[in-house]
């Protein structure tokens, strides 16, 4: 009945744009920016637009039309199709620079609008919270990206800048329902009646005069394949832009969103053969907030250089039935003001950025964290060659306590921490380009992985205020190779890269001293049940690691004789290893034969196609990753002979291979303005794990209907 009620809502709304969409005639104005015909431009590495052929690191571009044809509902399952990318339980790993830890910190950075977007306290990504369907584009660069971007791109940045409001307006509207159906082991089941999922979503954009606007709501509804994971969020997003008569060259405006959420999260499974329900207080329910507020102005001086200042107010909250905020209140504060200056021979980027967090929590303690950097890079170009070199500054300082970002120099400590990059692009023709990058990347704590203190369902995690910054270096070597043929284009990419990280941040397994939890004081006279309170996880700067790789990808658009080809397809060979030798440490491995780094794996494979034909659309998605064969011994084999997760010992036995899951889709255009697409996800009904304990969605099927004015 809800979802009725969901739907009709939505459909109603969209009348009401549509008729808003008729106001007013297409102005005529010479600063509003035109569609480009170069599709290939980016925004991203450089904050600057660039083509894709002069960018000196790898990079990835995911079109809207694979959210469209896919239904996809939130950003992680969107990132998830690019090559080289693996997520794992809300957390992203590019090229297996990251792992598994329990949610807390990200070595992926996510940048809208070309602010940061990572929250307060637990410094993720609230995935689902981005508003993706005002995305012009998803850009995933990989490899250490600090100098422009500062902490957390240790390992790549995924980018989104919004559409902007076309000439004549736009109208957008789609709803989609889904069904989950049987697993193939009857023991998972659950349910008497298959659970559904549905979402509707609504986008209008309009330009009238000198203002321009977009507005969109989203809602979805999931009551989730495992018992208990349900959720309902509706979100609300939208912006406003102004273009000055008196000074043409100036633009300001502000974009905001909100978004409201009640879910159920699920942790743990009860056992190896009930895996879609949870353990014993594993299952918590809970209500949250994300909201945002960024002003902006962009200014062109009269030598038309550009300077461009953004800022953000950020809050996200972590609740309970009875408050949004019961557990965590987090507030960030960012502005960032950029100078730049484009001529034939170089470009010049100068900026200074400002990042203040504020976090009230009673599981995080209250805590106040300061960044500030600044940052420059030179571009030089000269004929068929591009050189760049960048260099940034760091200060961080948590609460009251000494500089994060202290630096022995000449026997003295500076409290500032500096950063560099350099890359070069050479075009040995028009259509095939060489390229090499080598850049620095750091990444301060969040404050949930110092001070997070918890207990669930066996697994205990202890607080560490004195963990330390994360620091490494990505090298690249690669080659890039353009297709035309006709209007189709497609292009090649291979490259060989290394990463390399020190003092790399494990929730990793121990004894550890009870009075780092508050509810571990009373000595137990039972001595086994004492042992046990004192065993479990903490965050340490345990490891250090070296990635080295090979990734071929192969994207590309356009139509071939009638038929329209889209496809993102790339493999990537990964040797993950650690070079922490120490016996203590590696006697957590579950595979202590080798030296892989924990929660990765050697190799993936990406691969999505799509074929438009007149009215008729037909696609198909792969997705393969080889067996992890290194996890926490304590999952597998328990601790003091009671295991933490039931069966996963006997699971990994039974599940030691790698696993492909395939999706398929069928469209077709009703009319000129309404799609209605039909998807078949996991098509093959494997049983698949992302990380221990968290058993994959069963094949499901979804139909949905767009509207585009």
């Known amino acids: 009945m809800n979802s009725v009620k969901t739907t009709l809502f939505f459909f109603f709304l969209s009348l009401t744009f549509q008729l808003f969409a008729q106001v007013g005639k297409p102005p005529q104005d010479s600063i509003i920016r035109k569609t480009k015909e170069e599709k290939e431009i980016m925004v991203s590495v450089g904050r600057h637009e660039q083509r894709l052929e002069e960018i000196p690191v790898s990079i990835e571009v995911i079109k809207p039309s694979l959210i469209q044809n896919k239904g996809l ?41 070309g602010v940061p977007m990572l929250s307060p306290d637990v410094g ?3 995935w689902n919270a981005v508003p993706m369907e005002h995305a012009e584009q998803i850009e995933i660069i990989k490899g250490a990206s600090s100098v422009l971007y500062g902490s957390g791109a240790l390992n790549g940045i995924i980018s989104l800048n919004e559409k902007e409001a076309p000439i ?10 889904g069904v989950y159906m049987n697993p193939a082991r009857e023991s998972l089941k659950w349910w008497e009646r298959p659970p559904t999922y549905q979402l509707a979503d609504v986008y209008f954009a309009n330009r009238i005069g000198r203002q321009s606007f977009t507005i969109g709501i989203n809602g979805f509804a999931n009551k989730g394949y495992r018992e208990g994971n349900d959720e309902q969020r509706v979100r609300i997003h939208g912006t406003y832009a102004y273009y000055s008569k008196k000074y043409p060259s100036l633009k300001m405006g502000f974009s905001t969103h909100y978004q409201y959420q009640d879910m159920g999260v699920f942790i743990l499974w009860r056992n190896d053969s009930m895996c879609y329900q949870a353990l014993e207080n594993t299952l918590s329910r809970q209500r949250a907030i994300r909201g945002s507020f960024n002003p902006y102005l962009k200014w062109v001086d009269p030598k038309k250089n550009v300077h461009s ?50 976090v009230t929590s009673y599981v995080f303690g209250n805590h106040i964290s300061k960044n500030f950097s600044l940052y420059n890079q030179w571009e030089w170009h000269q004929n068929k060659f591009d050189l760049t070199a960048g260099i940034r500054i760091e200060y961080c300082r948590l609460d009251h306590a000494q500089p994060e970002t202290q630096l022995l120099v000449l026997n003295h400590v ?47 995690i202890f607080q560490n205020p004195n963990l330390r910054p994360e620091t490494g270096w990505a090298g690249e070597l ?41 509810t571990m004081q009373t000595i137990d006279p039972n001595l086994s049940n004492y042992l046990f309170n004192w065993v479990g996880f903490q965050a340490q700067n345990a490891e250090r690691a070296r990635i080295t790789g090979v990734e071929f990808s ?52 990406k691969a999505d196609i799509q074929l438009n034909y007149k009215k008729w659309g037909v696609g198909a998605s792969l997705r393969y990753n080889s067996y992890m064969k290194n996890i926490d011994l304590a999952f597998e084999k328990g601790v003091l002979g009671q ?64 509207y585009n004015l």
């Open 73 to 113: 509902s939130n950003l992680e399952q969107v990132v998830n199709q690019s090559p080289g990318v693996f997520t794992m339980d809300g957390q992203v790993s590019i090229r297996g620079g990251g792992g598994y830890a329990y949610g807390a910190g990200s070595r992926v950075l996510l940048v809208w609008n």
């Open 124 to 126: 993720d990504v609230k």
């Open 168 to 177: 004549g307006g736009t109208f957008n509207a789609k709803v989609q329902s």
């Open 309 to 358: 200042l953004k800022t953000r107010y950020y809050v996200t909250t972590t609740g309970n039935t009875d408050k949004v905020y019961d557990a965590s209140f987090a507030q960030l504060y960012y502005a960032d003001y950029q100078f730049l200056k484009k001529r034939k021979a170089y470009t010049l980027t100068l900026g200074t950025t400002s990042n203040l967090n504020q």
């Open 414 to 460: 500076s409290p500032i921490y500096p950063i560099a990059r350099i890359g070069a692009h050479y075009a040995l023709s028009k259509t095939s380009h060489l390229r090499a990058s080598l850049g620095q990347g750091i990444r301060f704590p969040a404050v949930a992985e110092r001070y997070v203190s918890a207990s669930v369902g066996g697994v205990r």
């Open 478 to 518: 690669g080659w890039k190779q353009f297709v035309p043929i006709g209007n189709w284009k497609g292009i090649l990419d291979i490259a060989g890269f290394i990463n390399q990280y020190k003092n790399m941040t494990e929730f990793t397994f121990g004894i550890y001293k009870p009075d780092t939890m508050v």
């Open 554 to 605: 192969f994207s590309s658009s356009g139509k071939i004789g009638q038929v329209e080809v889209l496809s993102l397809i790339g493999y990537t060979y990964m040797n993950p290893i650690s070079l922490n030798m120490n016996p203590i440490y590696r006697a957590t491995f579950s595979d202590t034969t080798t030296n892989m780094l924990k929660y990765r794996f050697h190799h993936l494979a």
């Open 643 to 706: 295991e933490l997760l039931v069966g996963m010992d006997n699971y990994r036995a039974l599940h030691h291979t790698g696993v492909a899951v395939v999706d398929l889709r069928l469209s077709y255009l009703i009319e000129a303005r309404i799609r209605c697409n039909m998807v078949l996800n996991n098509v093959a009904n494997a049983e698949y794990v992302s990380r221990p304990g968290d058993v994959q969605a069963p094949r499901n099927f979804m139909i949905q209907f767009q």
